[in-house]
């Protein structure tokens, strides 16, 4: 059930043209979106050094995956690819191979003297320095570089829109993460929150609506916490100038340049934090069509006892305050969810609350995990794992089937209507089935007839599963008046 559920783990094989006689990059992400990214800057950045990248993983000179240490089957995962690459590499002994992403800080010493299953390890601010790391893995010797950055953000990079379907893309505005959260790896991995300069996100912008592209994500781990000042830390703003603080750009102010300057492009952002999203960032959404209404907002948990163990700085009351100041200035704005349950100590009165506040919002879309301890995180420091195994995923099934009711019941709420679908890519299921989304995220599919991807076609919902709306385009189609619907909890 595709929206679903998450399993916080996604590979993908990244590819371009190759040109005969440049050495060859195979290059694969898993986690989250951020991951996805930062591969396209590295396949910028190494297309400078002569790589092209294939899809080909015996003809790779250089093999790198991008990974995620946010749960425990993303590690198992990428082991796993580890395995794979190096049994190639016996048949391709030329063949040098890389570890990229969160995994790499964490693991570094395992990976390159333990088990020697890499020549390469670069953490996500390092990336500028391949080229010198690449130099020393030629020369045969194994090279690191896991130093995080109080200032990178690749703003100068023009990524490589690799596996792009030519419609939509990702915009990367922040790094880092300052929350600490008890259960998150994030901010060990990839340093301290520090935000993009605007110009630079709007030339990129720029040059993605010029090349043909349809809707832009602002992509970052917290993107309610942009705050651009001249450049630097977060967490310094205090420390800036009386000039710097009255022109400073926080989230709110960036999202409604954007939407001002690119009227024709549907935007999205991602992710956000409840207690760092402002009314004035829901104002902004409310003032612009472009901006689509979806926000995905995590809670992890509808206890307050367990909110307080996971450091989440907001309330389950407060919460709700901000899920009904949503729905007052955006009826329509569809929200999604991340839960994690058998956090430590979880009872089942706080698995109940869970259960209780997903009744109350109920989300059109949840990404739902078991808790897995991770090693460095203050839960893996100070608290025990206590929750069985069996407790953890009957709670985790009753999460699941709650979401699984809610997602059917906010989309059953479009039958009959009509609404805008940006046509992403050809259905799954059937070569004579367009698939797009609609602002609120959901995903549309619809009989090709003579539309083309990248159209904005007004389609007639006549069905739906809990994870996709069915239906046909309306008589006038293509982009035009478009019909919003109120979902009403």
Same mark, same amino acid.
């Given at each position: 059930?595709?929206?679903?559920?998450?399993?916080?783990?996604?590979?993908?094989?990244?590819?371009?043209?190759?040109?005969?006689?440049?050495?060859?990059?195979?290059?694969?992400?898993?986690?989250?979106?951020?991951?996805?990214?930062?591969?396209?800057?590295?396949?910028?950045?190494?297309?400078?050094?002569?790589?092209?990248?294939?899809?080909?993983?015996?003809?790779?000179?250089?093999?790198?995956?991008?990974?995620?240490?946010?749960?425990?089957?993303?590690?198992?995962?990428?082991?796993?690819?580890?395995?794979?690459?190096?049994?190639?590499?016996?048949?391709?002994?030329?063949?040098?191979?890389?570890?990229?992403?969160?995994?790499?800080?964490?693991?570094?010493?395992?990976?390159?003297?333990?088990?020697?299953?890499?020549?390469?390890?670069?953490?996500?601010?390092?990336?500028?320095?391949?080229?010198?790391?690449?130099?020393?893995?030629?020369?045969?010797?194994?090279?690191?570089?896991?130093?995080?950055?109080?200032?990178?953000?690749?703003?100068?990079?023009?990524?490589?829109?690799?596996?792009?379907?030519?419609?939509?893309?990702?915009?990367?505005?922040?790094?880092?993460?300052?929350?600490?959260?008890?259960?998150?790896?994030?901010?060990?991995?990839?340093?301290?929150?520090?935000?993009?300069?605007?110009?630079?996100?709007?030339?990129?912008?720029?040059?993605?609506?010029?090349?043909?592209?349809?809707?832009?994500?602002?992509?970052?781990?917290?993107?309610?916490?942009?705050?651009?000042?001249?450049?630097?830390?977060?967490?310094?703003?205090?420390?800036?100038?009386?000039?710097?603080?009255?022109?400073?750009?926080?989230?709110?102010?960036?999202?409604?340049?954007?939407?001002?300057?690119?009227?024709?492009?549907?935007? /999205?952002?991602? $992710?956000?934090?409840?207690?760092?999203?402002? =009314? @004035?960032? *829901? #104002?902004?959404?409310?003032?612009?069509?472009? !901006?689509?209404?979806?926000?995905?907002?995590?809670?992890?948990?509808?206890?307050?006892?367990?909110?307080?163990?996971?450091? /989440?700085?907001? $309330?389950?009351?407060?919460?709700?305050?901000? =899920? @009904?100041? *949503? #729905?007052?200035?955006?009826?329509?704005?569809? !929200?999604?969810?991340?839960?994690?349950?058998?956090?430590?100590?979880?009872?089942?009165?706080?698995?109940?609350?869970?259960?209780?506040?997903?009744?109350?919002?109920?989300?059109?879309?949840?990404?739902?995990?078991?808790?897995?301890?991770?090693?460095?995180?203050?839960?893996?420091?100070?608290?025990?794992?206590?929750?069985?195994?069996?407790?953890?995923?009957?709670?985790?099934?009753?999460?699941?089937?709650?979401?699984?009711?809610?997602?059917?019941?906010?989309?059953?709420?479009?039958?009959?209507?009509?609404?805008?679908?940006?046509?992403?890519?050809?259905?799954?299921?059937?070569?004579?089935?367009?698939?797009?989304?609609?602002?609120?995220?959901?995903?549309?599919?619809?009989?090709?007839?003579?539309?083309?991807?990248?159209?904005?076609?007004?389609?007639?919902?006549?069905?739906?599963?809990?994870?996709?709306?069915?239906?046909?385009?309306?008589?006038?189609?293509?982009?035009?008046?478009?019909?919003?619907?109120?979902?009403?909890?």
């Amino acid at each position: 059930m595709e929206k679903i559920i998450n399993e916080a783990i996604q590979g993908s094989t990244l590819t371009v043209e190759k040109n005969n006689g440049k050495r060859k990059l195979f290059i694969e992400s898993y986690g989250c979106q951020m991951n996805f990214s930062d591969s396209e800057i590295v396949a910028s950045i190494l297309a400078k050094e002569g790589f092209d990248t294939t899809h080909l993983l015996e003809e790779a000179d250089l093999v790198l995956v991008n990974t995620c240490s946010i749960r425990e089957k993303a590690e198992l995962t990428v082991r796993k690819r580890l395995e794979k690459y190096n049994s190639v590499k016996k048949i391709n002994p030329g063949m040098k191979i890389g570890v990229l992403g969160c995994m790499a800080e964490r693991l570094k010493s395992k990976f390159l003297e333990e088990e020697k299953m890499v020549d390469l390890v670069v953490g996500p601010d390092a990336y500028k320095d391949l080229p010198n790391l690449i130099e020393e893995i030629d020369a045969g010797r194994n090279a690191v570089n896991v130093i995080l950055s109080k200032d990178e953000t690749y703003g100068d990079i023009s990524p490589v829109r690799l596996q792009s379907n030519g419609v939509s893309a990702f915009v990367s505005i922040t790094r880092g993460c300052d929350n600490m959260c008890t259960f998150c790896v994030v901010p060990f991995t990839r340093g301290r929150e520090r935000s993009r300069d605007p110009q630079s996100i709007l030339s990129e912008i720029e040059d993605l609506v010029a090349k043909g592209f349809k809707e832009i994500t602002l992509l970052g781990q917290n993107v309610d916490s942009f705050l651009w000042y001249g450049g630097g830390l977060k967490k310094d703003f205090e420390k800036a100038s009386d000039f710097q603080k009255a022109t400073a750009v926080n989230f709110a102010k960036l999202l409604d340049m954007v939407a001002q300057k690119f009227q024709s492009t549907r935007l /999205r952002f991602t $992710t956000s934090n409840p207690q760092d999203m402002t =009314i @004035d960032v *829901i #104002k902004v959404m409310a003032k612009h069509d472009n !901006i689509c209404k979806y926000i995905h907002l995590p809670i992890q948990s509808g206890s307050n006892r367990i909110l307080k163990a996971m450091n /989440r700085l907001h $309330t389950r009351e407060e919460y709700f305050t901000l =899920i @009904d100041t *949503i #729905k007052e200035y955006i009826p329509d704005c569809a !929200i999604s969810q991340d839960i994690i349950t058998g956090f430590p100590t979880e009872t089942e009165e706080d698995h109940q609350d869970t259960l209780s506040l997903m009744d109350y919002v109920k989300y059109d879309y949840g990404f739902m995990f078991a808790y897995s301890e991770r090693p460095g995180t203050l839960a893996e420091r100070k608290l025990d794992d206590d929750i069985p195994l069996e407790v953890k995923k009957r709670r985790l099934a009753e999460i699941i089937d709650k979401q699984r009711a809610h997602s059917e019941y906010r989309h059953r709420s479009f039958i009959g209507k009509t609404v805008e679908v940006l046509i992403e890519k050809e259905s799954k299921k059937s070569d004579r089935h367009w698939s797009g989304r609609t602002t609120q995220n959901t995903v549309v599919v619809f009989p090709k007839e003579h539309y083309q991807i990248g159209d904005f076609v007004m389609v007639r919902i006549d069905e739906c599963t809990s994870a996709t709306l069915l239906g046909k385009a309306s008589p006038s189609a293509l982009k035009g008046e478009t019909f919003t619907c109120t979902l009403k909890a």
